[in-house]
């Protein structure tokens, strides 16, 4: 039987119809009403109207107007997860791999090495390490103030109240009581009206050299832009030690290299092989550019900052940490492959870089105990030169892939490519020092001992008993009077 038949011969049912149809137009109405009413309120959430000072780098202040923001920020405080081979918690990269401290003989990081946790803890982390020693006066060093640069909202503050070039003049200690606000919103936003914006000179200078004006970058382009202020290559410029990021000629590996050529600089003179090294900092973000994700127009953000759902409101995931602690709402948001597929997606690609790179490791610690014994047999500077250049070249290729904590996900095929280049130049230094140790009639060269970190650094002559007892003495005399509060 049809519709229309049933309405011929049952009267009513056409009224009933009809009633049916209101009340459906009815319901449709309250949730379109409350859909747009629910979007409002998520936009309120977004920017209500603040009374944020300029600088105001006391995160919890912030927090009461976003309180969503801020207690997700909070969470960066976690350090319970780990992958296969990141995560937040706190790992001795020294003592899992000993190798690294020969390669860092004669420069602070063959002292302490650990991996990078949460934002949450950079401040504490930087006061701790062995790296920024144990200034007794304001004025000792070893480091400084540039250190502090990528740390804290307070190096905005303190750079617009001194002039960037004498923050980064001034020693690490005499601005330790001012930096106590760890990384955070201020590093970010702009507090008058929420927008994304570039707080650190150094990475507006590196844009203006090329004369790009990154004022004008997109809204997609600031959710990277923000974090490239503090995850790229940098170094420090001078006797002022200005920050400067080495982009002019480029941002791959080859190109950085060939810009601190072209001004023979060296961040340290390595104490076993003797070479001028240069050392890479984090080029996350130039590394990402040139993977499949960059290039495609994907964001730091939508990996490492997703979008959360709560009630009504949809808001940015401010606890910024590994996205494989939270694949659902990162890679699963483009990808319909299943968590477990795109978790070992990851893996495969860090396993095989991994390898890459434990083996550039074991040649260049060779190379560098083979160059000490060339110099030791009195081989001189001219012919020492070739094998040295071929140790800078290949052990900057390893550093640059090692120090960029995601860049065998973020860019494997190039990452994979700069470590082959590596480990064929470590090779050919290696073939060369071969050739001067057998016209010196030696056959043999002493290889530190690597089975701990200990034997490792006790190797390379470092007193570790008498670093670690002058950091504790920094931080039972001096740490006190830095502001306690970190958050
Ligand atoms: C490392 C950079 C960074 C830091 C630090 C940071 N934010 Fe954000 N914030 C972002 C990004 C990226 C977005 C997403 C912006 C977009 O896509 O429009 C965002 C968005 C927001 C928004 C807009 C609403 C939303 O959730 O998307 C608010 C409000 C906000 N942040 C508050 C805070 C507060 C409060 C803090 C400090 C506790 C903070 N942010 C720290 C980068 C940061
Ligand atoms: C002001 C400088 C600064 C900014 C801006 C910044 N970071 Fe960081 N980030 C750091 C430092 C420093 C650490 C290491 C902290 C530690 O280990 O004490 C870190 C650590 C991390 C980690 C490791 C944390 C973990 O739990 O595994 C990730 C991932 C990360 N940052 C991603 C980002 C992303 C993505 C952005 C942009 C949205 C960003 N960062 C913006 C300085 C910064
Ligand atoms: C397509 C997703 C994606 C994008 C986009 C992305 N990352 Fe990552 N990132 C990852 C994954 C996956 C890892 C590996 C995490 C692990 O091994 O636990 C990672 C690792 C990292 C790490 C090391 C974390 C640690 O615990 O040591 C840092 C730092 C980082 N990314 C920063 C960035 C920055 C900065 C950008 C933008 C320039 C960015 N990422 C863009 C997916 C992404
Ligand atoms: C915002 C969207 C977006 C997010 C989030 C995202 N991806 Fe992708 N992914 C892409 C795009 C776009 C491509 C390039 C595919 C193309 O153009 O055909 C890609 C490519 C890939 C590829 C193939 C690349 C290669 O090396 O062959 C893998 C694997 C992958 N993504 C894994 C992940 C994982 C794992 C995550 C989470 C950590 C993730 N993606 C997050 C958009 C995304």
Redesign the pocket.
């Known amino acids: 039987m049809s519709i229309k038949d049933f309405i011929s011969r049952n009267p009513w049912s056409g009224w009933l119809l009809f009633l049916a149809t209101v009340a459906v137009v009815f319901l449709l109405g309250i949730l379109a009403s409350s859909i747009v009413e629910r979007r409002s309120e998520a936009r309120y959430a977004y920017r209500p109207p603040t009374d944020l000072k300029p600088f105001e780098t006391d995160n919890s202040v912030w927090g009461k107007f976003y309180p969503r923001e801020y207690q997700s920020w909070l969470s960066t405080a976690d350090t319970s997860f780990r992958s296969k081979h990141a995560g937040n918690k706190s790992l001795d990269i020294l003592a899992t791999d000993p190798e690294l401290v020969i390669l860092w003989a004669g420069y602070s990081f063959s002292k302490d090495y650990s991996q990078a946790r949460g934002h949450y803890w950079a401040v504490e982390d930087n006061r701790n390490t062995l790296r920024t020693g144990a200034p007794m006066t304001p004025e000792a060093g070893p480091q400084p103030a540039t250190c502090w640069a990528c740390k804290s909202p307070d190096v905005p503050r303190m750079i617009d109240n001194m002039g960037a070039e004498s923050f980064y003049k001034a020693s690490w200690a005499s601005m330790g009581p001012e930096i106590t606000n760890t990384i955070g919103c201020a590093d970010c936003h702009n507090p008058e009206n929420m927008t994304l914006t570039i707080t650190r000179p150094a990475l507006r200078e590196a844009f203006e050299r090329q004369g790009k004006d990154i004022s004008k970058a997109g809204h997609q382009e600031m959710r990277s832009l923000v974090c490239a202020q503090c995850h790229v290559e940098y170094y420090f410029k001078g006797e002022g030690k200005y920050l400067t990021f080495p982009w002019d000629k480029g941002m791959t590996a080859d190109d950085i290299e060939s810009y601190y050529d072209s001004y023979s600089f060296s961040d340290w003179t390595h104490s076993v092989s003797r070479t001028p090294m240069l050392k890479a900092q984090h080029p996350d973000y130039e590394l990402f550019q040139a993977?499949?994700?960059g290039?495609?127009?994907?964001?730091c953000a939508?990996?490492h900052m997703?979008y959360i759902a709560e009630g009504g409101v949809k808001y940015t995931s401010h606890h910024v940490q590994s996205?494989?602690n939270m694949?659902s709402s990162?890679?699963?948001?483009?990808?319909r492959?299943s968590e477990e597929e795109?978790?070992n997606?990851?893996y495969e690609?860090q396993d095989k870089i991994a390898a890459l790179r434990n083996y550039l490791e074991e040649v260049l610690v060779s190379a560098h105990y083979e160059a000490k014994a060339a110099w030791d047999a009195g081989t001189d500077e001219a012919s020492m030169k070739p094998s040295l250049d071929l140790i800078r070249q290949a052990q900057w290729r390893w550093d640059f892939c090692a120090a960029s904590h995601g860049g065998s996900?973020h860019a494997?095929?190039e990452v994979a490519s700069i470590l082959s280049n590596g480990i064929i130049k470590a090779l050919e230094a290696r073939i060369e020092l071969a050739s001067i140790l057998t016209g010196k009639g030696i056959d043999k060269v002493m290889m530190p001992d690597l089975s701990s970190k200990a034997s490792a650094q006790k190797s390379i002559g470092l007193d570790m008993e008498t670093l670690i007892r002058e950091k504790e003495e920094f931080k039972k005399q001096i740490l006190p009077s830095w502001d306690k509060a970190v958050i």
């Open positions: 993977g499949i994700h290039q495609r127009g994907v964001a939508d990996c997703p996205p494989l694949i990162t890679c699963a948001v483009c990808h492959q795109l978790r997606n990851v690609r996900f494997p095929l």
